[in-house]
């Protein structure tokens, strides 16, 4: 009995709670992780008298597994989950938040409240994933003993109004994105993203729609988000025919889950390769006829709020509005640009001088052209003091051509060079047009077209250098040539003999082209000149070592023609005339120059030549003058030695090959 004499029921604090009184009554509790409600503490009891009785939403959980209680008005919350929660434990009621919500569950249950406000989860909780808000509260609840018992929850449902906030925002993020841009691509782009942002989109997209209203054509250009683009022209039915008949008529039309759409093949492949789990697709209809799409796709199936809905319709109907008015400014402007470039006759900048009133205009084409700022279009007075930018160099002559113009009229065509102001660089400009005259022949209006031709300018000068460059190489190569073959006829023996001397060393010299010609005539490492002098005796017949040595051009010609004529006598009667012979070749790097060095060995014994023949004559006297070094040759018993030494330009010497 209580105090009154009433008697009392082991659960009277069960009492009332609706729905979820009577099922707590009757439940059998089991197989709950709680036990009989005759066994629960009096701290369990009150906590849950409160509950059952209030119309907020509320849960208690409790014990070691936190076996699950709650109240008619967080029933609703639970969704599909109820009535199976009563009584399981925590986690298992809310596996599909327990990693987010954990945290704070430790916190009550060591002793100290915890507060969260508009906190998102993604809960599972009607069939499907969905973003939820919540502000709510985790209360410790202690025993009698003083322990943390379990914890009580009062929770808020905020989804609706962050959703409220988030549309409001949305709405002036339309605005500031939109209201700056003046070009249709860029207000496509512009929605598109602001709608992926928004609503968390793998992609979105702003399509129109051609006026039979049976194709959509998707621009590879705005398209945005991370689930790839499909540019290219659709059937509207493709999207499947209950969407079809959606749009046309105004209504969102939404898929929540693409693999279970009855949608046609082309749908199914369109959509296939790309991840598309759900879209959404909200019509601009104008005047009875579909205009355009806003389109949105995730890659996981999920429910479309109405709240993304209604989204979607303003931005769809904001985006078309932008995207009109962008293209009726665009249709002016090229109707103005056209009208410039008919002024301008066809430059590129345009310089016009009331040369009555002195007032001028000048295109920003013409400012930027100058290094002028690119607000001075419009000067009052003639104050464009475009003497004072003329190169120095060019002045007088600009100025006394300019005022013959003047003095003639007509029109006047001319080249010279500026230096601008705002960055002192030079640049070559092609000034053209005309002076007008009056009926009594004075001077009335100056119009005038200007061209930046610097880079043709710099391309004649390297054209030019290119060509007297040729003429240098090809005089000095006939030059050669002559040399070579005015030496091969005196030393020769025969015509025969003169014809092949003349091949080998044309084909030595041809070898060495190939090598310059490779490196565009910047030179050669002697390595690779002293590898093309022994491919035709074999290079395992070449003993040859020395460091990466790069070579500028002439040396590496003279080079070459000096191995040719030391192999072509060793192979006759040096060490290449018999099998064991070898010839060993060592170059280095020494005192800012070349050391090159020759010796043959296991050849037949050598004695010195009785007359000097062209090769002979070639090395010690033509290489020597040539590469303005010295060379010694010596014809030692044991073989042939020679050693070449020539200076080289301080980049050579100091650079590898």
Known sequence: MDRSGRRTSRHDFLLGGG???????????????????EGWPQSLRTAVSIMLNSGHPMFVAWGPELGFLYNDAYSLILGDKHPAALGRRFEDVWSDIWSDIWPLIETALSGEATWSEDLRLRMFRHGFWEDTWWTFSYSPVREESGAVGGMFCACTETTSKVLGERRLKFQLAIAERLRPL?????????????????????????????????????????????????PGRYRLDDFGSE????????????????????????F????????????????????????????????????????????????????????????????????????RLVQAAGGIGSFDWDMVTGRIHRSPEYLALQGLPGDATEV????????????????????????????????????????????GETRWIHNRGR????????????LSVQTDITQRKRDEARQRLLINELNHRVKNTLATIQSIASQTL??????????????????????????????????????????????????????????????????????AMALHELGTNAAKYGALSVPEGRVEVRWVARDGG??????????????????????????????????????????EPAGVACEITAPLPDDDAARPG
């Open 19 to 37: 729905e979820m009184g009577e099922r707590l009554r009757a439940h059998d509790w089991s197989a709950s992780p709680l036990g009989p409600p």
């Open 182 to 230: 003046h070009d249709a691509g860029q207000i496509k782009a512009a929605a598109a993203a602001l709608l992926s942002e928004s609503l968390g989109l793998g992609r979105a997209g702003f399509a129109e729609v051609d006026p039979s209203g049976g194709w959509v054509t998707v621009e590879d250009d705005w398209s945005h988000g991370d689930l790839g683009a499909f």
């Open 243 to 266: 969407m079809a008949a959606d749009l046309r008529v105004g209504r969102v039309s939404r898929i929540d889950d693409v693999r279970t759409h009855p949608a046609t093949a082309a």
């Open 268 to 339: 199914a492949e369109a959509y296939a390769g790309i991840g598309v789990g759900a879209m959404i697709a909200a019509p601009v209809v104008k005047q009875g006829r579909l205009m355009a799409l806003l389109t949105g796709h995730v890659a996981e199936p999920r429910v479309w709020t109405d709240e993304e809905q209604a989204m979607l319709l303003e931005l769809g109907e904001r985006t078309w509005s932008a995207v009109q008015r962008a293209r009726t400014e665009a249709n002016l402007r090229e109707n103005e640009e056209r009208l």
């Open 380 to 423: 009052g007075t003639y104050t464009d003091d475009w003497l004072a930018r003329v190169h120095p160099e060019d002045r007088a002559r600009v100025l006394a051509a300019f005022e013959e113009d003047r003095a003639r009229t007509g029109p006047f065509d001319r080249e010279y060079r500026i230096v601008r102001p705002d960055t």
């Open 435 to 446: 002076i007008d005259a009056d009926a009594a022949g004075r001077p009335v209006r100056l």
């Open 490 to 559: 005196r030393s020769a023996a025969s015509v025969e003999q003169a014809r092949r001397d003349f091949e080998d060393r044309l084909l030595a010299l041809s070898r060495t082209h190939d090598i310059l010609t490779r490196r565009t005539w910047e030179g050669a490492t002697a390595a690779e000149i002293v590898a093309a002098a022994a491919e035709p005796y074999g290079q395992d017949l070449w003993d040859a070592d020395g460091p990466n040595l790069h070579l500028p051009p002439q040396t590496a010609l003279s080079i």
């Open 594 to 635: 070349l050391l090159l060095t020759w010796r043959e060995r296991g050849g037949p014994p050598v004695a010195p030549p009785t007359r000097q023949g062209f090769g002979s004559r070639l090395i010690e006297r033509g290489l020597a003058r040539e590469l303005g070094g010295e060379v010694r040759l010596a014809f």
